[in-house]
């Protein structure tokens, strides 16, 4: 038995098997590439959901979770650090926002936004029990109240009683939207690109619209840019393609690098004063190694010019692959280096075509079965991304239909 075969019938035995991963057994990573227990080497195709679009262990980021480890880790909320002010600072300096609030996951800033639209809604329209709009194939989290709406079922059965106040409506269908305003509805929440819906990117002038219903209703519009936000579609918010500006975002995974887990809410003041002492928390929100560790994460964003980067390495790898023959593809869509190859539905499962990958030296996630994403760390260079192309080359024009 190899150590890859050691590891797997250990985690049979005692990992609760709530996923299915590749097997593949990773022990070290390094930038674009990570490494497995058995010395085999990989290129990182999915980057933590784009939680390490700075790349794995990137040296500045691992430089200040050590200086802050050997200084002070958790201050506790009952008093303040030197780190959570420069932290929150740059966020907003970063996305053009006034207020910024942490908390650990990405579902906890989901959660902390639905709570602070709540609220809102009460204080300031008189609103009680108020509804908000959401969409099909969404993905916001796994706590009961993000399954409560979600539209996959494997995602909610068995989990009810779930919490109301949601309405879901087809992504991308602004009349839909509009039918389903009410006098009760408080707030419309949504992903600009769907990454677990299988990177759905919406027709163009669709978040225009959400952002005119939102202001002649008088709702908030809550983008969750937890996966799509800090550079990964080649602007630092994805709704930035649009020209559109939400009430309020939602961030977490590529906010600390993939080092330590660090979410975010930000918006203007007119919706955080909600929050007075006592109405929300977290004993881990805002600690100063997750600060620190966030400040050095964003800052590597712009220093290294991960969103330029990603814009432009995105489209030319976006080129690259339709230019590639097979036959079984029956889409390629995406923005920036957050790209999804859509294959047709007559292959079935795409789960086989990413163990071909792996043994070509890419590790890949199907979403939705019958798609394959591409989602790089930002850091990978274009001659990387030509050797990438190569073996997936190979094992496309392999595929056959
Ligand atoms: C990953 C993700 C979440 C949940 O983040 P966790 O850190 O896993 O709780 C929420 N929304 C979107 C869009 C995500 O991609």
Redesign the pocket.
């Known amino acids: 038995m190899n150590n890859t075969q050691k590891e797997l019938k250990l985690v049979d035995r005692v990992s609760a098997q709530n996923y299915k991963p590749l097997p593949v057994v990773l022990s070290h990573g390094e930038g674009i590439w990570v490494t497995d227990v058995d010395g085999n080497r990989y290129i990182d195709m999915l980057s933590g959901?784009?939680s390490l679009n700075q790349g794995h262990r990137h040296p500045k980021i691992i430089k200040a979770l050590k200086d802050q480890a050997d200084r002070l880790t958790l201050s506790s909320r009952a008093f303040h650090n030197d780190k959570m002010g420069v932290f929150l600072e740059k966020l907003c300096s970063l996305t053009g926002y006034e207020k910024a609030l942490p908390m650990n996951?990405?579902?906890?800033a989901?959660e902390t936004a639905i709570k602070a639209a709540r609220k809102w809604a009460k204080e300031e329209r008189g609103i009680e029990e108020g509804e908000i709009i959401v969409f099909e194939n969404n993905?916001?989290?796994?706590s009961i109240t993000?399954v409560s709406f979600s539209s996959e079922q494997s995602y909610r059965s068995g989990f009810g009683p779930f919490t109301p106040g949601f309405v879901i409506v087809p992504y991308g269908d602004i009349d839909a939207v509009k039918k389903a305003i009410s006098k009760k509805t408080i707030a419309i929440l949504f992903?600009p690109i769907q990454?677990?819906g299988g990177i759905k990117i919406p027709v163009d002038g669709f978040f225009k619209g959400l952002r005119e219903i939102c202001d002649k209703n008088k709702i908030l519009m809550i983008a969750?840019e937890?996966?799509?936000g800090l550079g990964r579609t080649g602007k630092m918010l994805a709704i930035q393609h649009e020209n559109v500006r939400p009430d309020i975002v939602?961030l977490?995974?590529a906010i600390s690098g993939g080092v330590y887990?660090v979410?975010a809410i930000v918006c203007d003041d007119f919706i955080m004063k909600v929050f007075t002492p006592g109405v929300h928390g977290s004993t881990y929100g805002g600690n100063p190694l997750g600060a620190a560790v966030a400040i050095a994460a964003l800052d590597v964003i712009v220093e290294e010019n991960l969103c330029e980067k990603s814009l432009e390495l995105g489209k030319y790898f976006v080129d690259k692959l339709r230019a590639i023959k097979c036959s079984a593809i029956k889409e390629i869509r995406g923005r920036g280096l957050f790209i999804g190859i859509e294959f047709k539905p007559e292959i079935g499962k795409v789960f086989p075509i990413c163990e071909e990958l792996m043994k070509k030296g890419l590790i890949c996630k199907d979403t939705k079965n019958i798609i394959i994403r591409m989602a790089p760390p930002l850091v990978i260079t274009r001659e990387e991304i030509d050797h990438a192309l190569e073996q997936i080359k190979e094992v496309f024009e392999n595929i056959k239909i």
């Open positions: 959901y784009s996951s990405g579902v906890e989901v993905f916001h989290g796994r993000a992903e990454g677990e969750d937890i996966q799509t939602c977490g995974k887990p979410s």
